[in-house]
């Protein structure tokens, strides 16, 4: 980017700040739908937690169901199976 003719200091950080959050959203989200969370309730649960979900759910999957509408015991359990969290 630095190379492109026009892209100067501001924006070269605007768009690297953009690409930074667009990949922290796909990590996140790529991580809990290959743990068997559906897309929809994924992404719900990382515009909850932001660029903090995967850190978050892999220390306590069972916090969501307390702080994201809509996650129950069952998806929480889930996934921490998934996790090797043990019962």
């Known amino acids: ?6 892209i100067g200091k501001e ?3 605007r768009i ?3 690409w930074e959050q667009h990949q922290s959203s796909h990590d996140a ?4 739908t290959s743990r068997g969370v559906g897309f929809s309730l994924a992404n719900r649960i990382y515009k909850h937690y932001g ?3 995967v850190d978050k759910l892999t220390t306590n999957p ?6 994201v509408e809509g996650v129950g015991f ?3 359990d889930n996934l921490a199976k998934h996790l090797a ?3």
């Open 74 to 76: 069952q998806t929480a």
């Open 16 to 18: 690297m700040e953009s």
């Open 85 to 87: 969290i043990e019962e």
């Open 1 to 6: 980017l630095k190379e492109v003719p026009g």
């Open 29 to 32: 989200l790529l991580f809990l």
């Open 51 to 53: 660029e903090y979900a």
């Open 62 to 67: 069972y916090r969501m169901m307390d702080e």
């Open 11 to 13: 924006r070269y950080k």
